[in-house]
């Protein structure tokens, strides 16, 4: 490492010295937030907004393809409004941030600012839905939502944050359960496809699933740290909000029956996942797929003649294959290195006078820190061919990590020992009682993540309690 990069990154922590400083470090340096004057609250960044506008503008492409629409809700929600559904209101009311005044008039009813927009979806469905005809109705709304949390950290726990919301209703309980599945599945594509973030599909136990639903799906992702996280979920409510909210309509017999829902969400906490999985030492790694800029340019001596119309040549004929930028301000190539390594930018190109006459480049990829000298003719093509190897690779060494770091225990002497030693996910069989699940919190930190849709019966007794147990379920220390 030359002397300036040494003394760029010297201001990163060691990921495994001290890893959420390392987190913390990085989501600054890299320029992807900044702190407001709002305890918990984040301003995101250009570099930061154009991850989760690349994350967001996927995603809502493929929420439109499976036949959703896009709708706003309001920012408030009238007291009454959100006591209407018991379960929903306990599982809120902890967080929520009420508003009392308007101006200087006390309101006659307090708003609350959404922590999530059920009520406000169900009591317009309860408007719009009467007949068989009406349905399904598939709607989603990209908005923010303000929780009152006690502990914050960047992107993975705000007061407010920003996402997107599915609400739809159905005829039947089988098409929200189809439907239900089918969100979860489209974020698992968004993560690995995208992301290169390999994720575990399953329900969540009783005890961790949303308020008001009858059952939660969730997709959990393993970070570098050995913790998991929570990266979507989906719920399917059954008639419950229908029956809350009066959400009726007509069958074909001319019967009056209530719809069947589902709710689905995604955060810009995925973004807090993508810097965990990939990140290392040197800051960011972003894979190929999400990166606003695949390919930085860095031309070398560019005072010298003819350097930077070649590199802005460059920019111009790669631009068809990839998003790519050039940094042509009077900075030292070797700051520039730093600084689009600390940003995760998946690849760099040199170019000086010595390539030009050579008719070549050299791309370094970030993942590896790999340099490759690439004739000229040859650009385009091997660059295509570079991206999709990094993000290929990123998928994988994530996967690797996650299975290394996926343990099997069968007593609960091994479980705490193997969560003491290993971290990760363990797998273990689980009676099915809260009790057992409660113990298994309080003595280890580890919660359950989810029951996994691909089930292996690695004992028949409860990790716990020692009674016959038949679910297996991922457990985990959290974020
Ligand atoms: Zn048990």
């Given at each position: 490492m030359s002397?300036m990069a040494?003394?760029?990154?010297?201001?990163?922590?060691?990921?495994?010295?001290?890893?959420?400083?390392?987190?913390?470090?990085?989501?600054?340096?890299?320029?992807?937030?900044?702190?407001?004057?709002?305890?918990?609250?984040?301003?995101?960044?250009?570099?930061?907004?154009a991850?989760?506008?690349n994350?967001?503008?996927?995603?809502?492409?493929?929420?439109?393809?499976?036949?959703?629409?896009?709708?706003?809700?309001?920012?408030?929600?009238?007291?009454?409004?959100?006591?209407?559904?018991?379960?929903?209101?306990?599982?809120?009311?902890?967080?929520?941030?009420?508003?009392?005044?308007?101006?200087?008039?006390?309101?006659?009813?307090?708003?609350?600012?959404?922590?999530?927009?059920?009520?406000?979806?169900?009591?317009?469905?309860?408007?719009?839905?009467?007949?068989?005809?009406?349905?399904?109705?598939?709607?989603?709304?990209?908005?923010?939502?303000?929780?009152?949390?006690?502990?914050?950290?960047?992107?993975?726990?705000?007061?407010?944050?920003?996402?997107?919301?599915?609400?739809?209703?159905?005829?039947?309980?089988?098409?929200?359960?189809?439907?239900?599945?089918?969100?979860?599945?489209?974020?698992?594509?968004?993560?690995?496809?995208?992301?290169a973030?390999?994720?575990?599909?399953?329900?969540?136990?009783?005890?961790?699933?949303?308020?008001?639903?009858?059952?939660?799906?969730?997709?959990?992702?393993?970070?570098?740290?050995?913790?998991?996280?929570?990266?979507?979920?989906?719920?399917?409510?059954?008639?419950?909000?229908?029956?809350?909210?009066?959400?009726?309509?007509?069958?074909?017999?001319?019967?009056?029956?209530?719809?069947?829902?589902?709710?689905?969400?995604?955060?810009?906490?995925?973004?807090?996942?993508?810097?965990?999985?990939?990140?290392?030492?040197r800051g960011l790694v972003i894979p190929p797929k999400a990166a606003p800029t695949q390919v930085m340019i860095v031309p070398i001596a560019q005072h010298k003649e003819g350097v930077l119309d070649f590199a802005y040549d460059l920019k111009k004929t790669l631009s068809g294959v990839a998003r790519v930028d050039i940094d042509a301000s009077d900075k030292k190539p070797g700051w520039k290195f730093n600084e689009y390594e600390m940003k995760g930018i998946p690849v760099r190109l040199e170019v000086g006078p010595k390539d030009i006459e050579n008719k070549q480049v050299v791309l370094v990829r970030r993942d590896t820190l790999e340099k490759v000298i690439v004739p000229l003719d040859q650009l385009e093509s091997k660059l295509g061919e570079l991206l999709a190897d990094i993000q290929a690779n990123l998928?994988?060494?994530?996967?690797?990590?996650?299975?290394?770091?996926?343990?099997?225990?069968?007593?609960?002497?091994?479980?705490?020992?193997?969560?003491?030693?290993?971290?990760?996910?363990?797998?273990?069989?689980?009676?099915?009682?809260?009790?057992?699940?409660?113990?298994?919190?309080?003595?280890?930190?580890?919660?359950?993540?989810?029951?996994?849709?691909?089930?292996?019966?690695?004992?028949?007794?409860?990790?716990?309690?020692?009674?016959?147990?038949?679910?297996?379920?991922?457990?985990?220390?959290?974020?």
């Open positions: 002397k040494k003394e760029f990154v010297k201001d990163v922590t060691a990921m495994d010295e001290d890893f959420a400083q390392w987190y913390t470090d990085v989501v600054t340096k890299a320029d992807l937030i900044d702190y407001s004057s709002v305890r918990g609250s984040m301003i995101i960044r250009p570099y930061g907004y991850l989760w506008d994350i967001k503008n996927e995603l809502d492409r493929r929420i439109k393809e499976t036949g959703h629409e896009n709708v706003y809700m309001p920012l408030f929600i009238p007291e009454s409004l959100l006591q209407k559904e018991k379960d929903h209101v306990e599982g809120f009311a902890p967080e929520v941030a009420w508003v009392t005044h308007g101006g200087s008039e006390e309101l006659t009813e307090r708003l609350v600012v959404r922590p999530t927009s059920e009520v406000l979806f169900c009591e317009h469905y309860s408007n719009i839905i009467h007949s068989y005809r009406d349905l399904p109705k598939l709607y989603n709304q990209w908005a923010n939502v303000v929780r009152w949390e006690k502990t914050t950290r960047p992107f993975l726990r705000t007061l407010e944050f920003l996402w997107q919301e599915g609400h739809t209703a159905h005829a039947t309980d089988e098409e929200a359960m189809d439907e239900t599945i089918k969100m979860l599945n489209v974020y698992a594509a968004i993560c690995e496809e995208i992301l973030i390999p994720v575990v599909k399953g329900q969540k136990t009783e005890k961790e699933k949303f308020a008001g639903a009858k059952a939660t799906f969730t997709i959990e992702s393993l970070m570098h740290d050995g913790k998991a996280l929570q990266s979507g979920t989906s719920h399917h409510f059954g008639t419950g909000f229908a029956e809350a909210f009066g959400i009726q309509y007509t069958d074909k017999e001319g019967k009056l029956q209530y719809v069947h829902q589902t709710s689905w969400g995604f955060t810009t906490r995925i973004i807090g996942a993508l810097i965990m999985v990939h990140g290392d030492d998928y994988n060494k994530a996967l690797k990590h996650r299975e290394e770091r996926t343990s099997v225990t069968v007593t609960f002497d091994e479980f705490k020992e193997t969560l003491e030693t290993n971290g990760g996910f363990i797998k273990a069989m689980w009676c099915g009682e809260l009790a057992c699940e409660e113990k298994i919190k309080e003595e280890t930190g580890a919660t359950s993540r989810c029951m996994p849709f691909e089930q292996e019966q690695v004992s028949d007794k409860c990790v716990c309690c020692g009674e016959k147990a038949d679910k297996m379920v991922y457990w985990a220390k959290a974020y």
